[in-house]
């Protein structure tokens, strides 16, 4: 059964930094498919916070994540990765990687407006707490 398997979860102190891994499993999403890192905090919605493009690369960031996250992915190793530093209280949240085909949705509209419908992955829980 397809899967998506999120890792990399921990508490860490203000303005640490973790590494979140997504490899997906019984399902290759190394060509035509656009992955995106979601996090949902207890009592608000769901957002996008960054989302990496099927072939070219092309990204999209949230604004609250820019200049401190940085999304990647290793078609070899089928896993996205997602780089967090100057992690602030926020962020705070469960992560969870999504993927969506390419013909489906564009890379901002997956991150933004039109989350992947198919392709979730459990989440892994960040805490930044002092």
């Known amino acids: 059964q397809a899967q998506l398997v999120e890792s990399g979860g921990d508490l860490v102190q203000p303005g640490g930094s973790l590494n979140l891994s997504c490899v997906a499993l019984e399902f290759s999403f190394h060509h035509f498919y656009h992955v995106g890192w979601f996090r949902q905090a207890p009592g608000k919605e769901r957002e996008g916070v960054s989302c990496?493009?099927?072939?070219?690369?092309?990204?999209y960031y949230a604004e609250s994540v820019k200049g401190r996250f940085t999304i990647s992915r290793d078609h070899a190793k089928n896993t996205v990765y997602l780089q967090m530093k100057g992690l602030k209280p926020e962020d705070t949240a469960v992560y969870y990687c999504?993927?969506?085909?390419?013909?489906?949705?564009?890379?901002?509209?997956?991150?933004?407006?039109?989350?992947?419908?198919?392709?979730w992955g459990q989440g892994t829980q960040v805490t930044v707490s002092s």
């Open positions: 999504a993927a969506e085909h390419e013909d489906i949705v564009t890379v901002q509209n997956m991150c933004t407006v039109d989350p992947p419908q198919h392709y």
């Open positions: 990496i493009g099927s072939t070219d690369g092309s990204t």
